[in-house]
């Protein structure tokens, strides 16, 4: 009897132990290499007037999604002439054998239509997994015709925000310095254009000389340093009225200004006397405090994307380098410790990362760090460049370069760059006179 | 008379729930060991010996497969003579000689000079009795070793032979997947994110079914969107690598596997 029972038992165990016995495999790696995606022209309606159809938004529009996606690194287009399914049928229900025969893994499909009422246009696009041969996700958006552009850049992050995990960064506009003119009597206006260089518009005339311009976070604002009467003052510029506003009453220079998260406050340098510190202005009370009071200069502050924490640069050790400060000013702690001179520290939008400047025997160099220091990346290595500045997703650093100048002064050049991340996707950004000090502002959408 | 059987019965019952409940855990602390003693010296010494009793207990329903295996087994016949010789303990080393001498019987050195030669029929049985015998001898010892609890270590054996791959085998399944996952380059690194999805082979290695094991569980928390994102890419991957490249032998062992996902590693470099 006993032994019965023990047998039983051990078949229980014996069952329950089988149960558990499932091969396991963890898969911790894999490509990092661009993902094929299959951009499919739109398929216009055929009741859309003639008006429109002359636009010819259809492959304008993806041409347009192709163009960004390509340009992040992650994607690798396919050719449209490899595609064997028309537009029209692909949109409705694609075939998708094939699509997987052109090793395509994603696919892109649209539809230009009107609206039943106003008039507007509806631009509809569907995102479809080839492989696993299911819809992804579907979207419309309204608009009037003149703003395809605009649609275009929101179907793109919405398609890279699907298939990558974190937000996009391509219906955003950048702020510059346009730089032209001789070395000696260089002309410098502010001017903004869209995330891909298109749409150049320019916001102050070039009277004095202005410098490093930063978005604020709700994108009507701008901060930046002008030469006004030659009084180097911070300001504050509303891109849609065109107004100015010089920022806090301080007896002496301001200079490099950044917004705070969320908009409110504007942190900049004060230089009196040979010596900078740190300050804050409140935009709408004008109540200014002061965070670093300390000797050596202080400048260069960054806010984290949270607000809590400050990241700036000091030479109170002797040679410049990169600090943290909770918002409040206290603990303060220096987290560069590599050599060379380290500048112009920004916080990612994503919080885990400071991008910055670092001279090293007479090379400048963009890199990034955790903001505890640690693990110190250089992504680039040039003559000169600086003023790195985050795409809204932290995935993408723009700075400007400069090209060294020959003996009389001339053939410098200064262009717009920008890296991403991995190091290896640096790409050169048109624009149509030189520039300098560019600022990636937030995504415009998500406002 | 009879409440007392009664309860002795009911304590019983008591007893078989306890330990049915309770013990496959202790067995997993203890298999953790044994399965690194004992399993590993055979994987690095030749990684066909496991397979030999796994052969043995399919042998009574399928011929076709005995005889392929046969024909593989049959070269590395010198390695059943080392294989007792690494796992006796001094508490019952005379049995295992006397093991040894049984088998020594077909495993001569004419056998072995004799090889590829027309006696391949007698042959055929032989390399199967010894496979049989060196089990029983582990078993053996085992028991020996274990004395408080002869029964679950052999019942354990047979999970270890049944449930797990090889190093080689997992690794060459690795690799592939490796190449077809794309990994979403956006994915927030500084969290624990992991995607478990089940497959189901056929013997030719294509895929039967892939599902994802604890979507439901995960769908109501936060991060969702990049568990998602996650999910579909590792759907991706698995049905890119379709049909999968699979080992040639051990059908039952691989025939579901988990996969888990986790880009973690990746993500942070």
Redesign the interface.
């Known amino acids: 009897m006993k032994y019965k029972?023990f047998k039983?038992?051990?078949l229980?165990?014996?069952i329950?132990?089988?149960s558990?016995?499932?091969?396991?495999?963890?898969?911790?790696?894999?490509?990092?290499?661009p993902?094929p995606i299959a951009i499919s022209d739109f398929y216009l309606d055929s009741k859309l007037s003639d008006n429109i159809k002359k636009l010819q938004l259809e492959s304008k529009i993806s041409e347009l999604i192709k163009n960004n996606l390509s340009k992040s690194g992650?994607f690798f287009s396919l050719e449209k002439k490899s595609f064997i399914q028309l537009p029209e049928v692909a949109h409705n229900k694609p075939r998708f054998e094939d699509w997987a025969f052109i090793k395509a893994?994603v696919l892109v499909t649209g539809k230009i239509s009107l609206e039943k009422e106003g008039g507007r246009l509806r631009v509809e696009f569907k995102l479809w997994?080839v492989?696993?041969a299911t819809e992804?996700s579907a979207l419309a958006f309204y608009t009037a015709p003149e703003n395809w552009r605009r649609i275009s850049h929101m179907i793109s992050d919405k398609i890279y925000?699907?298939?990558?995990?974190?937000?996009g960064y391509f219906d955003s506009r950048i702020i510059y310095v346009s730089e032209t003119g001789p070395k000696v009597d260089r002309k410098k206006r502010l001017a903004v254009m869209d995330q891909d260089g298109y749409g150049v518009k320019y916001l102050t005339l070039g009277n004095e000389l202005v410098l490093t311009p930063r978005f604020s976070p709700t994108n009507q604002h701008v901060t930046y340093m002008s030469y006004f009467k030659n009084l180097p003052r911070v300001y504050l510029l509303n891109i849609e009225t065109g107004l100015q506003d010089l920022v806090g009453d301080f007896p002496g220079m301001t200079f490099a200004p950044r917004f705070s998260p969320d908009g409110k406050k504007i942190i900049m340098s004060f230089a009196q006397e040979g010596n900078s510190d740190i300050y804050t202005m409140d935009i709408k009370t004008r109540v200014v405090e002061r965070l670093t009071d300390h000797p050596s200069i202080d400048t260069s502050p960054s806010y984290s994307p949270e607000g809590s924490y400050i990241c700036f640069n000091s030479d109170r050790s002797g040679t410049q380098q990169i600090y943290t400060m909770r918002s409040d000013g206290t603990n303060v702690k220096r987290i560069s410790f590599g050599e060379g001179l380290y500048g112009t520290p920004v916080w990612s939008p994503r919080g885990?990362l400071i991008a910055f400047t670092k001279l090293y025997k007479n090379k400048f160099y963009i890199g990034v760090m955790r903001s505890d220091g640690s693990g110190e990346r250089l992504l680039t290595e040039n003559f000169y460049q600086e003023a790195p500045s985050w795409s809204p997703?932290g995935?993408v650093l723009i700075f400007y370069r400069e090209t060294p100048s020959d003996n009389s002064g001339r053939g410098a050049s200064a262009k717009l760059w920008s890296i991403d991340l991995t190091g290896y996707n640096e790409r050169l950004i048109q624009t149509p006179t030189d520039a300098s000090d560019p600022s990636w502002s937030g995504l415009l959408s998500s406002k | 008379m009879q409440k007392s059987l009664r309860t002795s019965f009911i304590a019983h019952f008591i007893i078989i729930l306890i330990s049915s409940l309770s013990l496959p855990f202790l067995m997993g602390k203890v298999q953790a060991p044994l399965v690194i003693s004992v399993d590993l010296v055979q994987i690095g010494d030749k990684t066909n010996i496991p397979y030999a009793p796994k052969v043995s207990d399919g042998e009574k329903t399928d011929k076709k497969i005995k005889e392929r295996v046969v024909t593989e087994q049959a070269p590395p016949k010198i390695v059943p003579k080392e294989k007792p010789d690494a796992v006796p303990m001094p508490d019952n080393i005379k049995q295992i000689k006397e093991l040894l001498e049984k088998r020594q019987n077909p495993v001569k050195v004419e056998d072995l000079t004799k090889q590829t030669s027309e006696f391949e029929k007698k042959e055929i049985f032989d390399p199967n009795k010894i496979s049989a015998l060196i089990d029983k001898s582990k078993k053996d010892t085992a028991e020996a070793n274990n004395k408080t609890s002869a029964e679950a270590t052999q019942s354990q054996q047979k999970n270890v032979i049944t449930s797990k791959l090889t190093i080689t085998q997992e690794d060459a399944i690795k690799a592939q997947i490796f190449k077809c996952w794309n990994i979403p380059i956006g994915l927030p690194y500084n969290e624990n994110l992991t995607v478990r999805i089940k497959i189901k082979l056929n013997p030719d290695g294509s895929l039967i079914s892939s599902e994802i094991l604890d979507q439901g569980s995960r769908s109501a928390k936060s991060g969702q969107n990049s568990y998602k994102v996650l999910a579909e890419s590792a759907l991706r991957a698995v049905k890119l690598c379709n049909p999968l490249k699979v080992p040639s032998t051990g059908y039952e062992k691989w025939k579901e596997m988990q996969l888990n996902f986790d880009a973690k590693e990746m993500l942070k470099g």
């Open positions: 029972i039983i038992l051990i229980c165990l014996f329950t132990n089988k558990f016995a499932v091969v396991s495999v963890d898969i911790t790696r894999g490509n990092l290499d993902l992650l893994q997994d492989v696993s992804l925000e699907r298939l990558t995990g974190e937000k885990d997703n995935r």
